[in-house]
């Protein structure tokens, strides 16, 4: 990621049984994290929470890093603490700009890997996705 850019975090996160004690603030959520020229970290851009429910969610989150920014990164959260409750994540991708279509890569009919297949960006559109 890049100074001054923005980008959509999008990952799809399964839930097998409601998470039970204190859940934390950011549970079944994804964060974006940045360190600003001061050397601070800030994580104020957080998605919506997946339902506390069994199903599976599609979870999206857009951002912009700050051009002060001297890193950032994104961290999928579950949320409860050990014994409490497990999420999955799956489908997960990084795309520059605001991105509102589906999760792709490039082992999809109609996509193509860009380099090594699970190591480099795909690109493409598949006809099986609406």
Known sequence: MQPGHSYTAIGRLRVTAPQ???LQL???????????????????VIS??????QGVTTIRLTFT???DATEAFV?????ASFGNGDVWWDDLALVEGSYTGPYL?????????????HASTSVGYPSNVA
Not at 48 to 53: G, K, T
């Open 20 to 22: 039970t004690g204190t």
């Open 65 to 67: 890093i700050p051009p």
């Open 105 to 117: 890569d490039g082992d999809m009919p109609g996509c193509i890997w860009r380099g090594v297949p």
């Open 75 to 79: 961290r999928l959260y579950n949320g």
């Open 26 to 44: 950011k549970a079944r959520t994804i964060t974006a994290f940045w360190k600003k020229a001061d050397g601070n970290y800030n994580s104020g």
């Open 48 to 53: 919506q929470s997946a339902p506390n429910s």
